[in-house]
Protein backbone atom coordinates (compact mmCIF):
# COMPACT_ATOMS: atom_id res chain seq x y z
CA UNK A 1 0.00 0.00 0.00
CA UNK A 2 2.76 2.35 0.91
CA UNK A 3 4.57 1.23 -1.85
CA UNK A 4 1.78 2.41 -4.44
CA UNK A 5 1.30 5.47 -2.41
CA UNK A 6 4.80 6.49 -3.37
CA UNK A 7 4.76 5.64 -6.70
CA UNK A 8 1.93 7.61 -7.65
CA UNK A 9 3.32 10.74 -5.38
CA UNK A 10 6.43 10.33 -7.97
CA UNK A 11 4.62 10.18 -10.94
CA UNK A 12 2.75 13.48 -9.46
CA UNK A 13 5.72 15.19 -9.45
CA UNK A 14 7.30 14.06 -13.13
CA UNK A 15 4.17 15.06 -14.27
CA UNK A 16 4.47 18.23 -12.69
CA UNK A 17 0.87 18.14 -11.49
CA UNK A 18 0.33 20.48 -8.68
CA UNK A 19 -1.27 18.00 -5.82
CA UNK A 20 -4.93 18.65 -5.05
CA UNK A 21 -5.73 20.80 -1.91
CA UNK A 22 -8.31 20.08 0.41
CA UNK A 23 -10.52 23.11 1.68
CA UNK A 24 -9.29 24.85 4.99
CA UNK A 25 -10.26 23.20 8.13
CA UNK A 26 -12.34 25.67 10.56
CA UNK A 27 -8.97 25.88 12.96
CA UNK A 28 -6.51 26.60 10.22
CA UNK A 29 -9.04 29.33 9.11
CA UNK A 30 -9.06 30.83 12.56
CA UNK A 31 -5.51 30.94 12.61
CA UNK A 32 -4.63 32.71 9.47
CA UNK A 33 -7.07 34.68 10.19
CA UNK A 34 -5.51 35.46 13.76
CA UNK A 35 -2.18 35.61 12.23
CA UNK A 36 -3.22 38.33 9.80
CA UNK A 37 -4.21 40.74 12.16
CA UNK A 38 -2.06 43.65 13.76
CA UNK A 39 -0.60 42.83 17.26
CA UNK A 40 -1.74 44.71 19.58
CA UNK A 41 -0.55 46.80 22.83
CA UNK A 42 -2.08 46.42 26.34
CA UNK A 43 -2.52 49.06 28.21
CA UNK A 44 -0.88 50.27 31.48
CA UNK A 45 0.92 48.43 33.64
CA UNK A 46 0.97 44.84 34.78
CA UNK A 47 -0.85 44.73 37.67
CA UNK A 48 0.00 41.77 40.11
CA UNK A 49 -2.28 38.88 41.23
CA UNK A 50 -3.19 38.26 44.60
CA UNK A 51 -3.22 34.30 44.80
CA UNK A 52 -5.05 33.22 47.92
CA UNK A 53 -3.16 30.75 50.17
CA UNK A 54 -5.15 28.85 52.62
CA UNK A 55 -3.32 28.84 55.86
Known amino acids: MARVLI ?3 VQRQEQGEAPVEK ?10 ALEFQQPRRLRGAPRRLRLYRPG
Do not use: K
Not at 23 to 32: C, D, G, I, K, V
Open 7 to 9: QQG
Open 23 to 32: PLSREERFRS
